[in-house]
């Protein structure tokens, strides 16, 4: 890499890649993680002959704490969730474990497609999960159309990148309900009933 290269290469969204071949959030995502561990990064390159990447970060001298939420067993719930997810595994997994626990999950692959299903469901949608990075539209973008359609409608963003790297970018606020992927089925219902206000846990298995 060239020296300008070289200093740009943690901005979020600079990518070196042609149109539509890469987001510029990789090494983003990875600069972030290490300064949230307060670790640092070395870069070393010389054009032709390729990069050094040196990652230095504390030595840990406790055991984390596993969060108690993770012990917490979620209640059931009843209301509609619409889905906006463009990794078709990723939209199968979200979809069978809000399923599971009583929800009525409407599943879209585009945004495009999120659109046309709030449009055509007869029934309240009470919740939009969706990811912030799509093909066509990013979420903030899917929101505010939906808004149109749903004004009442509660939103959960997710990613797998840092949500501080996407606030960085201006895509959504740094203080919108945000869900990391990947998650574990009792975060992401637990995250669903924080957005939606419920409370309470139940012996759901």
Excluded: W
């Excluded at 463009?86 to 879209?108: F, M």
């Excluded at 469901?121 to 990811?131: F, N």
């Excluded at 959960?156 to 959504?172: E, Q």
């Amino acid at each position: 890499m060239d020296h300008e290269t070289i200093t740009r290469i943690f901005e979020p969204f600079y990518t070196t890649k042609g149109l539509g071949k890469g987001t510029g959030l990789g090494l983003a995502t990875v600069y972030g993680a290490v300064k949230q561990n307060q670790g640092f990064i070395n870069v070393y390159s010389e054009i032709g002959k390729g990069a050094t990447f040196k990652i230095y970060l504390p030595h840990a001298e406790e055991t984390a704490a596993i969060p108690a939420t993770l012990d917490e067993k979620p209640a059931h719930g009843n209301e509609t969730v619409l889905i906006a997810e463009d990794e078709p595994a990723i939209l199968l997994l979200g979809k069978t474990i809000l399923e599971r626990y009583g929800y009525t999950v409407l599943p879209a692959c585009t945004p495009a497609e999120a659109l046309t299903l709030a449009s055509h469901y007869e029934g309240p949608i009470h919740l939009l999960i969706t990811d912030v990075v799509m093909p066509g539209m990013n979420g903030k973008e899917l929101l505010d159309q939906l808004l149109l359609l749903r004004p009442e409608i509660k939103v959960l963003f997710m990613s797998g990148y840092p949500a501080d790297v996407i606030a960085h970018h201006g895509i959504v606020d740094e203080h919108v309900e945000f869900l990391q992927k990947p998650f574990s089925n009792v975060t992401l219902v637990l995250k669903v009933q924080e957005v939606l206000g419920q409370h309470g846990c139940a012996d759901a298995q």
